[in-house]
């Protein structure tokens, strides 16, 4: 079902082969960032000795202002004193983070003596990162790019997919263009945590999709999430291009794609109507497993993960 708010948040749907799916709406709430404070028992109490005292009595003018030449030591001979001392409250904090990881089920562990490199390291404010930049993803049916929607040139294509009935019982988006543009504006002019996207398959437009926040999502209400679980939503637009095994086969791509450039992000999840046989079918194909069934607003779901864990297992 459509979001059940006009917010910038998309909703929560299952994809099928036969192209159906149905969003539920995301609400505007961020979990807070984990252990903000991990580092702060590392503060080191430093003492200047009497000489640095006297220089600084000494070298202070008439004015009460001190020389540069004197200030610059001293914080220089501070500042050595300070990296030495930080240099075993570092090792024991790095190790704090590790076993905090492993209590959350983290798999990735961090060695405590070497931190990873800056480009590697998840930031906790981001919530979905660039979806445009993830690029072109090779696939066995062929080359596909997810590319955010735009309205002026997507919006006629996704109505039409929305307003085929057998699309309509599951998204409940039927209806004239105005309603189908206000679902994806909601998205588009939010704060990120939600990307509308076409799937273009060799160039060509078959696939619209959701990538989502879902631990931000009402589903998270309904599921014990995460921080970071993402969600995908996929309809398979054209007729032709259904029931064909194209839908576990991109879902398989896009949901390895999103554990690759959202490293933060340990598990993709998805909710398809637990009626809706050929979208379940996709899933487990696609690698997801089955957690539970789970009763949402608008539907009894069937809750599918694809671990990063098992990703090369399953």
């Given at each position: 079902?459509p979001p059940?708010?006009a917010?910038a948040?998309?909703g ?6 036969t192209?159906?799916t149905?969003?539920t709406?995301?609400e505007?709430?961020?979990g807070p ?8 028992e ?9 000489e640095f ?5 000494e070298?202070?003018?008439a004015?009460?202002?001190?020389s540069?030449g ?12 300070a990296t030495?001392?930080?240099a075993g409250a570092?090792?024991t ?15 990735t562990?961090?060695?405590a ?6 480009s ?22 062929g080359?596909l790019?997810l ?5 002026e ?6 109505s039409?997919?929305?307003n085929?009935p057998a699309?309509t ?10 309603a189908?543009?206000?679902h994806?504006?909601?998205q ?12 273009l398959?060799e160039?060509t437009?078959?696939s619209?999709?959701?990538?989502y926040r879902a631990d931000l999502?009402p ?6 999430a ?7 939503h996929?309809?398979i ?13 991109l ?19 998805a909710?398809p ?7 379940v079918?996709a899933?487990?194909t ?14 009894r779901?069937?809750?599918m ?10």
């Open positions: 079902m059940t708010d917010s948040n998309a929560t749907a299952p994809v099928t082969d192209g159906t149905s969003p709406a995301p505007s709430r961020i960032a984990a252990d903000a404070g991990a580092d702060s590392d503060t080191l109490d430093l003492h200047l000795p009497d005292v006297a220089l600084f009595a070298d202070t003018g004015d009460g202002s001190r540069l004197a200030t610059a030591t001293a914080t220089a001979t501070a500042t050595a004193t030495a001392g930080q570092s090792a904090s790095a190790a704090t983070v590790e076993r905090a990881g492993a209590g959350t089920g983290t798999t562990a961090t060695c003596s070497e931190a990873p490199p800056a590697t390291t998840p930031n906790p404010d981001d919530l979905l990162g660039d979806v445009a930049d993830w690029g072109l993803l090779s696939t066995p049916a080359a790019h590319v955010p929607v735009r309205i040139r997507d919006l006629p294509i996704i039409r997919w929305m085929d699309v019982a599951f998204w409940g988006l039927a209806g004239p263009d105005n189908i543009e206000e994806l504006r909601s588009l002019h939010g704060d990120g945590r939600s990307v509308p996207c076409m799937g398959l160039g437009p078959m619209y999709w959701e990538i999502d589903l998270a209400r309904h599921y014990p995460r921080p970071h679980d993402t969600g995908v996929l309809l637009g054209g007729m032709g291009d259904r029931g064909r095994g194209l839908g576990g086969t879902l398989r791509a896009v949901a390895d794609l999103a554990l690759d450039k959202r490293l933060a992000c340990a598990r993709v999840v909710e109507d637990i009626r809706n046989t050929p979208s079918a899933f487990l696609a690698g997801f497993r089955f957690a539970a069934e789970i009763d949402l607003p608008a539907k779901a069937a809750l993960i694809r671990d990063r864990s098992l990703r090369h297992l399953l």
